[in-house]
């Protein structure tokens, strides 16, 4: 494009002033990124739920157990596929730190309801046939170097007293999708009834089933509710995402205090570039006013406008959005355990680089229209 | 051949019949131009001379297209200029037009060079054929080893032979001047308005200049005053630059 | 001789859209660090304000919070006799407690939230001297009876007087509200152990926690080393302070540390604005200057008169930032803790000192958006600058 030398030479009349500007967008855009992932972390449970799966929990209290004499009951009514139990653990490895989530999973039935969650065929026989074993997602495997073959002790505290349980990792699982999470640690429910004390035996945490179709939602989880209801466990059956959404809104207003500190960043960025472009054009009238004068178009100056702001939005908004990404997951270390995955995806990119666009084009817009309607005598006259 | 007095049509380069501009200040109206004539031929030099305030750069302005009259009409080449839409009249401008000021009015981030290819840019020549133009423009007023300098590494006059270079580049239809060479010292004024004939002479160009500068205007062919809103004759010979006066000045 | 301050008011007036795009970059920024720093705040004095520094929480050895604890009644009968228990009428002042979650629905969204429900005991208010009836009244021993904490009743709908309500498979009647003083406590619903334990089958012989009230805050150190040393225990001792405010650790770390760096990250965006605008000042003023510094103004003076000029700028930006978020304190959101499992109410905290801060922030933000350009508006040589005109 012809006009490029006259563009960039007018960037980089002052370097400074470009050099701000540039560090303006690219911070913008660093924190919208930042932004973005948190929101994501924290909401982001119920976008992943599965439609097709329930999750069944003791009506009184999540932390109250159902009895595992429920299994079979579950997996008779119609429209149920596949049905699995799991405990929650919450042991802890070395440090209370180091906190990563543990189940206790029915190995028959686990990947048939969580297909997600891939472990290597062999690597799940070995497990099958390893009575302490383990399997370990990808990510709390890397944090602390986990590795096929190591022991871990990991102490309960819920359930006894009886110290250290000892674990040998014969698994690590990795998911389908970059949200997945790779951060739980199986093991066989076998083990955990033979070492856990009598008042344990027997019950089960949640229940997870898998339908055969999501059309058929509502109707199981009514069934299944309905099924014990009156006896001395009742159920409470919902869809996963309705269960992971309720979490979500204890939070109450992450939502709306990320949307705000987001709007505060647009405006005021918006203000700041505008106002450069503004100061810059007003610096340069003259030189307009000669560009009209030789026969560029009243279109085409505003488009040199509009070309300088939306050049530094983009060049700004890479930058930010590529230190976000390598900064990202060194965040992500940092905050392990206290927060799920922080993914920056394609589409938070994406909206980001349009998010700048957008901010360029509106920062060099009204510049831009100021150029277009300038006189050409009157700059001149100024000059 | 110039003149002031023709009403009806003739065969001249730039034809101006009737030509008024008032100013508008508050509830006054200030007439500047008042029923103007003006003819021009192809190769003709013209001044124009004028006490300030008399409408010389006005007079400039509408001829270039950079304004429009109260009333009358101006003809270029038999275009004729005044209602055209703006941009319409950009477009013929950029065509038609060359324009030379009295400050030098180039782009001071772009190099020599640059500056003079940007009429060049609003065509559809090639980045090659651009070259050639602007190296030729360059090599005409002299400055071919200074070209990849930028404005602010260049003095005065060599400034304002950039901003000839990049007048002439296009090969416009005539050359409009506005005290050219109001900011420069006498030897430099005079290498301007001597390079100004040449384009006049060997290359056959026109021009029509405005200046307060009496021995300048004497180097046109015809020196034009402006005076109650319209143009008087003047002289008709060419008069040499003064070499005394160009001699002792600093 | 300094350069009027009276030039920097005309001169930030004239360019007034500069100026408020520098004011408004800092107040963006100051709000969003006052606000985040009160959240945190809040949820840390909410919990902190849970303990007293005279009472001492027992929980089985080995334990970090009451949910994964367990202590058998005959132990919590050697705990009452011993040194540093506070007696009244010859009765220890001990209550021995367990906690569930129980799902309420909150007024905000109609979906559930997890309550942390606590059994106690029927003398909890003699131990827990903060906590005071301001409706109703205490709930009567043995029977299904709740009170609960004032945001409970503000939170979750139903925990009126005189309401009943189903939980735990059984139906209790809310008896009264309590006043916890801004504590957690405030989000919970207490009724007696013994009939939780019933009501939730859980072994009746078996709590999470005693707390006990002791003669004197100096008293902690004789019950805890007593308690340790006595071989027919096997339980922790801590501070009730210490204890909530380790439970607060991990929330207030999150919060700290997010805030902290989109805080940060939005200063920096601020500075930039502030040296955008304090350069163009510069720029646009290269004549102005040129002038004063011929006139015989030194450069310090128009170092100084730049910084003034930066720090009236970020003054206002700070205190307009502090302004508009100061209506958020008290607002009460909630969270879940995730140590306990259970959501928690708790207030926006702005206090005097973090409002200073803001401003001391503010105005640091301002230093560094103004020196660079202040400095460089001093060395340009008078000659260039005038040259320039």
Redesign the interface.
């Known amino acids: 494009m ?2 490029n ?2 563009i960039l ?2 960037l ?3 370097k ?2 470009l050099a ?2 540039l ?2 967008f690219a ?2 855009l ?2 919208f990124a ?2 973005a992932v ?1 929101k994501k972390a924290f909401t982001g449970g119920a976008d992943l739920a599965n439609a097709r799966r329930l999750v069944a929990i003791n009506r ?5 157990p159902i009895p595992l004499s429920y299994r079979d009951k579950i997996a008779r009514i119609p429209g149920v596929q596949a049905v699995t139990h799991n405990n929650w653990f ?1 042991g ?1 490895y070395q440090d ?1 730190k180091n906190f990563f989530p543990q189940f206790v999973i029915d190995p028959e039935n686990q990947r048939q309801v969580v297909p997600e969650l891939v472990v290597p065929e062999d690597e799940w026989k070995n497990f099958l046939k390893d009575r302490q074993g383990a399997i370990v997602g990808a990510r709390t495997a890397k944090r602390f170097g986990w590795k096929i073959g190591d022991r871990i002790p990991i ?1 309960t ?2 359930y006894g ?1 009886g110290g250290a349980w000892e674990f040998i990792i014969d698994g690590i699982y990795h998911g389908q999708r970059r949200e997945d999470d790779e951060t739980q640690f199986w093991f066989q429910w076998d083990y955990f009834e033979e070492r856990v004390p009598e ?1 344990f035996k027997g019950l089960v945490g949640w229940y997870a089933v898998k339908l055969d179709s999501p059309d058929d939602a509502v109707r199981v989880a009514k069934a299944i509710d309905a099924e014990f209801a009156n006896s ?1 466990y ?1 159920t ?1 059956t919902e869809t996963e995402s309705a269960f992971a ?3 979500v ?5 992450i939502e709306f205090l990320i949307l705000t ?1 987001g709007s ?2 647009f ?3 918006l ?2 570039t505008g ?2 472009m ?2 810059s054009v007003r ?1 340069r009238t ?2 307009l006013g ?11 100056v505003l488009f040199l406008v509009l070309a300088e702001a939306l050049a530094i939005a983009l060049v700004g908004g890479f930058l930010g959005l590529g230190l976000a990404i390598l900064a990202i997951p060194a ?1 992500a270390s ?2 392990s355990g ?2 799920p995955n922080l993914i920056l995806s394609k589409s938070m990119l994406t909206a980001g680089i349009g998010f700048a666009l957008l901010v360029g084009a509106a920062s060099g817009l009204l510049p831009g229209l100021g150029a277009m309607r300038l006189r ?2 009157n700059a ?1 006259r100024r ?1 | 051949m110039v003149s002031v007095n023709n009403n009806g049509n003739s065969s001249a380069l730039i034809q101006v019949r009737g030509l008024n501009k008032a100013y508008h200040r508050g509830e006054e109206e200030i007439q500047v131009l008042q029923g103007l004539n003006l003819d021009v031929d192809k190769g003709d030099f013209v001044a124009f001379m004028g006490p300030s305030g008399s409408g010389k750069t006005t007079l400039l ?1 509408l001829l ?1 297209g ?2 429009v009259p109260s009333a009358g009409t101006i003809s270029v080449a038999g275009d004729e200029i005044t209602h055209m839409s ?2 319409r009249l ?2 013929w ?3 038609h ?1 060359g ?1 030379i ?1 009295q ?1 030098y ?1 180039l ?4 190099t020599a060079y ?1 500056n003079v290819e ?2 060049l ?2 065509t559809r020549l090639s ?1 090659s054929e651009r070259r050639r133009h602007v190296e030729t423009a360059v090599s005409i007023v002299g400055l071919a080893d200074r070209m990849h300098h930028f404005p602010r590494q260049l003095s005065g006059g060599q400034e304002q032979r950039v901003a000839i270079a ?1 007048a002439i580049v296009s090969d416009p239809t005539f050359l409009l001047c506005d005290e050219p060479t109001g900011d420069l010292d006498r030897r430099s004024a005079d290498e301007i308005m001597a390079l100004i004939e040449e384009l006049v002479d060997k290359h056959g160009k026109t021009v029509l200049m405005v200046t307060h500068d009496p021995i300048v205007a004497a180097r046109a062919d015809t020196v034009l005053h402006l005076e109650k809103g319209v143009l008087v004759e003047a002289s008709k010979s060419r008069q040499p630059a003064v070499a005394g006066l160009a001699g002792g000045a600093a | 001789m300094a350069i009027p301050v009276i030039y920097n008011f005309r001169s930030v007036k004239a360019r007034w ?2 100026a ?2 520098a004011v ?2 800092i107040a ?1 920024t100051v ?2 660090f006052v606000a985040m720093l009160s959240l945190a705040r809040g949820f840390r004095a909410t919990l902190v304000a849970s303990g007293s520094v005279d009472n001492a929480i027992v929980m ?1 050895a ?3 919070s009451e ?2 604890s367990g202590i058998g009644l005959d132990s919590v009968k050697i705990l009452q006799d011993e040194p540093g228990v506070a007696r009244v009428n010859g009765e220890p002042l001990l209550t021995s407690e367990v906690v ?4 309420f629905p ?1 007024r ?2 109609g ?4 309550v942390q429900v606590r059994g106690v005991s029927p003398n909890v208010l003699t131990v827990r001297r903060n906590v005071k009836i301001v409706q109703g009244q205490m709930f009567r021993p043995g029977l299904s009876e709740l009170v609960v904490g004032r945001n409970a009743t503000t939170s979750y709908s139903g925990l009126t007087v005189g309401n009943k309500v189903r ?3 059984g139906e209790w009647t809310v008896a009264g509200i309590f006043d916890a003083g801004g504590s957690a406590f405030d989000s919970e619903v207490w009724c007696d152990a013994r009939v939780l334990d019933d009501v ?2 859980r ?1 009746t012989n078996i709590f999470q926690s005693a707390t006990v009230h002791l003669t004197s805050p100096d008293a902690f150190q004789e019950f805890k080393d007593a308690v340790t040393k006595d071989p027919r225990l096997n339980v922790d001792v801590s501070r009730e302070i210490d204890y909530y405010a380790k439970q607060s650790q ?1 929330m207030t ?2 919060i700290t ?2 805030g902290g ?2 805080a940060a ?2 200063a ?3 500075v ?2 502030a ?3 304090m ?2 000042a510069v ?2 003023r290269g004549r102005e200057i040129a002038v004063m510094r011929a006139l015989g103004f030194g450069a310090l003076a128009v170092v100084l008169s730049f910084l003034i000029e930066a720090l009236l700028i970020s003054f206002v930006g700070g205190a307009i930032g502090c302004a508009a978020v100061l209506p958020l304190n008290g607002f009460t ?4 803790n995730w140590q306990t ?1 259970s ?1 928690l109410a708790f207030a926006f905290r702005i206090t005097p000192s973090l409002l200073v801060g803001g401003i001391i922030f503010a105005l640091g933000m301002g230093v560094a958006g103004g020196l660079l350009p202040a400095i460089h508006a001093a060395l340009r040589p008078v000659t260039a600058a005038l040259r320039s005109l």
């Open positions: 012809k006009f030398r006259l030479a007018n980089f009349r002052k400074i002033r701000l500007t560090g303006s911070v913008a660093f924190l930042f932004l948190v009184v209290s999540i932390i109250n919450g802890i209370e102490k505290t819920i007293t008042r001395p009742e409470k959404a309720s979490w809104k204890q939070f109450g207003n500190i505060v960043v405006f005021t960025l203000l700041v106002n450069t503004a100061i610096e003259g030189e000669i560009l009209k004068a030789i026969g560029f178009k009243d279109g085409t965040l940092a905050l206290l927060l050409v005598v001149l000059v | 302005n270039g950079l304004d703006s941009s950009t477009e401008r950029a065509r037009v324009l000021f400050m009015n782009i001071p981030v772009l640059q940007l009429p840019l609003l980045r990049r | 859209t500069s408020i795009v408004l970059g963006g709000g969003v089985r080995g334990a970090t949910m994964m569930v979650v129980a799902p909150l905000s969204t979906t559930d939230a997890n939980f735990g498979g939730y089958k072994p991990t770390r999150l540390v997010l760096l989109v990250v939005m920096i965006g601020a930039f604005g040296l955008n605008t350069y163009s720029a646009e959101t909630g969270a879940m499992f959501h």
